[in-house]
């Protein structure tokens, strides 16, 4: 029988006041990856004590991060 396994994509910008909560949040899901469009706080540094999965990408509209 196949397992069906989820992923959670986290798009985010200088959320360091709320990122922690918001990864803790889908610590349920099989993958997380985070798109982070160049934060200067401490963002990217606390995505990646969640995961490796994370990517820089220039903010181009939520439509194109999402995809």
Known sequence: MN????SAVVIA???E???RACL???SWAD???VVDSYSTD???KISREFT???YQHEFKGFGRLRN
């Open 3 to 6: 397992q069906t396994k989820v």
């Open 13 to 15: 910008y200088n959320d």
């Open 17 to 19: 006041p709320h990122i």
């Open 24 to 26: 803790e949040s889908v």
């Open 31 to 33: 993958e997380l990856i």
């Open 42 to 44: 401490t963002t990217e």
């Open 52 to 54: 490796d999965k994370v």
